[in-house]
């Protein structure tokens, strides 16, 4: 279709272990450096991984986050609540915006309904402590929970808005909320395709014309136990005992990987038009200028044994490559979602070899779960966000891989950062029962 | 194919509804359940999925007697599937085989997606209740994790752990029926499905697919789910008559009733229908996303957001909401209502029609199903898209029921406790999340 309009990349706000922003982000993925570690969130040595890539108070208070007029709701935001509201304040601040959230007396930048929001989500556990101690409750003499006594009084002990704390959409609605975004909205909660497919989405909502801007991306935490037990159920996480070099234990593409590690984290990025862009004067870092979706064979009805052929990979990349006008050779780097699950990286090294080919072995592979951990729906907008900011840069990370087994064929071994020029960057997500995204960035002069 | 029955630009951006199926309290086919909503049936029962005795609520509207089994090619490739996704594979075998797809002799899988607004599977109450319990350390008021971890283990089984994730759904679709072109899941709480809808049709427009399977499937019958929303006191607690409490725009309504099911449709280009010899069963003509942007636990008084949708939706229909024909018709015939039941939305949605609609909005039948299936939150949208095509397809207007006790401030047509008769052609459905993301689908006849 011929009449669309361009859509920017105007601001990238991953929040990862290494902080909020891309400035912390950026610079230990040149410097290589490894953000997992032994669980200290809770007591976590009964799990096969005791060990995560979290975001530390340290780096990461969310009252600071939250406009002093919304602070008040701080206390019914869940930990990927916390985490959007974070990542859109950076973004937001990168591309040099004012709303409500960041100066509730200035006229904001762009009008309140012509800005949407899509944010990611996974499926959001309740706070374990809170819960129980409200169970507790509940107790009879022999030490059984009680249904009866739940439904007459025990489930009092929940605060009034304990549901709204765990429902997906609350990520976009606190972030509508506080930055006064009145365009579309939407929920997408497909694992790790999450965040690559709200962005996509975002920018069909912005060449429909829509809307002008959009916060768009995903946030997870999966580092309490339900979410670990979860991955743990689904055959996804690294099995480590005894003294092991946390950077050693997410090998992605290699013949000995062995499963990847829970992180905490996610992105939003803001996506502008061209033409209201260029009117406030705005700076775009990328151009977001394609993407596509697929689905992936399975075998089982749950979406876990995807075909090793690769073929829908291939098929959305071919999509996102269409849309952008454009063939491989113009791919100068991958972010692919690299998880170090075997299953699934041989998934997208298959979608990657039948499209790139012969060219594979010398494209230069970007993988980021060695460093900060496999960031479920928040790991689609970590990926965009670090290919936006490798074209701006001209420059890729360091990339770390303990294997000495990373198969012939594939630019993934470890090795240090260096400049390079790249025209476009392809991101590639495979999110857990099947969803495939790929988006194709590329370059401002 | 001849020259002359080749597609027009218009005819690949033209999208039309041309399979429908729901599973939900009132029944389990397409003829059933329409009647029953005409006759004004209630589908409202106390809950049996667990004792909730002494819950503030105690009745819901349950699916009753429903094998998935017997809508599956191969149950066994399904073995351990949750409710959420048994309910959506019986509809969407219903929508898919009346759209014809399984004879579409060289259907490109590839061109056929999804879009649904899925919602996230039954937590498995039980096994996790006493995992918690068995690590709950009453002197320090957490939970072990070590000990947690050890129950779990013990007593928490892997696919029902699986099964909750929202976009398992789509899993068990995409198995059942090969599809192999975009697929999403989206959960804006009680506006999923329908964004799912007006999603699914920007992406055949836009010419990314030919066919996209769409809708929702939902159950929050379970003990954290009526837990959850009877702590929000957003539940209906009435002690009387449960066929009764889900009351609508009456006076004397006090909370909406839980319901659970779902509605699947099956959309596609109109290019593709035709080249197929599908009979088109509506034409999607527009759609409008928004959010309130005002709080997490209340609607935007004025309706703001909720006019918004409406009026984005009516602007891509070409539909000005303030004209009416030279018969004084108005531009839209029928208004499937969010209609929840509560006081505060039923108010603002009334407010917001009026907003979109002016003058013109008192002579706009508009009714909600929920008084009779309850809300089926995720899958809310759905249902109600095919009551709407349903009204079209009869010239029957499905009724509010309970509507005992007129508002006095809510002084629209409501259809109330009686289907009707009338000319449908063209209908608006709503539907609002909680949180404050708004969706509005528009269709008409084909």
């Known amino acids: 279709m011929s009449g669309h309009r361009r859509v920017y990349i105007s601001g990238v706000g991953p929040i990862t272990t290494f902080g909020v922003g891309m400035a912390p982000l950026w610079s230990a993925l040149l410097e290589g450096r490894c953000g997992i570690a032994p669980i200290t969130r809770f007591d976590a040595s009964g799990f096969g991984c005791p060990f995560a890539a979290e975001v530390s108070a340290e780096v990461f208070t969310p009252r600071d986050w939250v406009p002093k007029s919304y602070r008040k709701a701080a206390k019914v935001m869940s930990r990927d609540i916390e985490l959007a509201v974070g990542a859109a304040a950076a973004a937001i601040a990168e591309a040099g915006l004012s709303t409500r959230g960041t100066d509730p007396d200035a006229t904001p930048t762009l009008p309140p309904a012509r800005v949407g929001c899509h944010i990611g989500a996974g499926l959001i556990a309740a706070d374990v402590d809170e819960l129980t101690a409200a169970l507790a409750s509940s107790v009879d003499e022999d030490g059984v929970f009680s249904l009866a006594g739940w439904g007459a009084t025990g489930m009092q002990n929940l605060t009034p808005l304990w549901m709204l704390k765990y429902l997906p959409n609350m990520l976009a609605c606190h972030v509508t909320i506080i930055h006064d975004c009145q365009g579309p909205s939407n929920t997408i909660t497909c694992a790790e395709a999450s965040g690559v497919l709200s962005i996509g989405e975002s920018m069909r909502v912005i060449e429909r014309g829509d809307a002008d801007c959009c916060l768009s991306g995903g946030a997870e935490s999966k580092l309490n136990p339900m979410g670990m037990l979860r991955q743990q159920f689904a055959d996804r996480l690294a099995a480590v005992s005894g003294e092991i070099d946390p950077a050693s234990i997410v090998r992605p593409f290699s013949s000995d990987a062995a499963g990847t590690v829970v992180g905490e984290g996610g992105g939003i990025l803001v996506l502008e038009a061209e033409d209201t862009l260029a009117a406030r004067a705005g700076r775009p870092i990328a151009e977001l200028a394609g993407f596509g979706a697929a689905h992936a064979a399975c075998a089982d009805g749950s979406g876990l044994e995807m075909d090793p052929a690769g073929e829908e990979v291939a098929s959305a990349i071919a999509r996102a490559l269409d849309d952008a006008r454009t063939d491989p050779s113009e791919i100068d780097a991958v972010v692919p979602y690299g998880s170090g699950i075997p299953a699934v990286d041989a998934v997208e090294r298959a979608g990657l070899e039948r499209i790139f080919g012969d060219r594979l072995p010398t494209l230069p592979i970007v993988t980021v779960v060695p460093n900060l951990g496999s960031c479920a729906a928040g790991a689609g907008a970590i990926g965009l966000a670090v290919a936006a900011k490798c074209l701006a840069e001209q420059h890729l990370p360091a990339r770390l891989n303990a294997s000495a087994g990373v198969p012939d064929g594939l630019d993934a071994a470890a090795a240090p950062a260096r400049p390079a020029d790249l025209r476009a960057v392809l991101s590639l997500s495979v999110g857990m029962g099947g969803q495939i995204a790929a988006a194709v960035m590329r370059r401002v002069p | ?446």
């Open chain 2, 1 to 446: 194919m001849a020259a002359e029955h080749l597609p027009t630009p218009s005819d690949r951006q033209r999208v039309v509804i041309t399979g429908m199926g729901w599973i939900t309290p009132l029944g389990h086919d397409l003829e059933t359940v329409w009647r029953r909503l005409l006759a004004g049936d209630s589908g409202i029962a106390p809950i049996d999925r667990f004792d909730a005795a002494t819950f503030p609520t105690t009745f819901a509207g349950q699916v009753r007697g429903y094998d998935v089994a017997k809508y599956l090619a191969d149950p066994s490739v399904h073995e351990g599937v949750g409710l959420n996704s048994a309910f959506a594979l019986g509809a969407a075998r219903q929508a898919w085989d009346q759209a014809g797809l399984d004879s579409a002799a060289d259907l490109d899988r590839r061109r056929v997606g999804m879009y649904l607004g899925a919602g996230e599977g039954v937590l498995d109450f039980e096994p996790y209740a006493a995992a918690n319990l068995a690590g709950w350390d009453a002197e320090r008021q957490i939970v072990d994790g070590a000990r947690w971890v050890e129950k779990a283990l013990e007593v928490m089984r892997r696919v029902r752990e699986v099964e909750q994730e929202p976009n398992m759904p789509l899993a068990h679709l995409a198995r059942e029926f090969g599809i192999r072109g975009p697929t999403y899941n989206c959960l804006t709480a009680c506006a999923a499905s329908t964004q799912a809808m007006g999603e699914a049709f920007s992406i055949i427009r836009r010419g990314d697919a030919d066919v996209m399977l769409s809708g929702g499937t939902h159950t929050m019958i379970h003990v954290l789910g009526i837990t959850g929303f009877n702590r929000l006191t957003a539940l209906s607690t009435s002690d009387g008559d449960p066929t009764k409490a889900s009351r609508p725009f009456s006076r004397d309504r006090g909370g909406f009733v839980m319901g659970e099911g779902s509605g699947m449709l099956v959309l596609e280009s109109l290019a593709h229908a035709k080249a197929r010899g599908a009979r088109p069963l509506a034409e999607v003509l527009g759609y409008g996303s928004s959010a309130d942007a005002f709080r997490i636990t209340d609607i935007q008084p004025e309706g703001r957001g909720a006019a918004a949708a409406m009026e984005a939706a009516l602007a891509q229909a070409g539909i000005d909401p303030h004209a009416v024909d030279a018969d004084g018709r108005p531009g839209v015939h029928y208004i499937s209502a969010h209609g929840t039941g509560t006081q505060e939305n039923d108010s603002i949605e009334t407010a917001a029609v009026k907003r979109v609609f002016g003058e013109v909005a008192p002579r706009i039948p508009m009714s909600s199903i929920k008084s009779m299936m309850g809300h089926l939150i995720a899958a809310a949208g759905s249902v109600e898209m095919i009551a709407c095509v349903l009204a079209i397809r009869d010239g029957m207007l499905p009724p509010t029921i309970n509507l005992e006790h007129p508002d006095p401030a809510l002084d629209l047509d409501y259809v109330p406790n009686e289907a009707r008769p009338s000319q449908v052609d063209v209908c608006l459905s709503n539907s609002f999340g909680f949180g404050g993301q708004n969706d509005t689908v528009v269709i008409r006849r084909f």
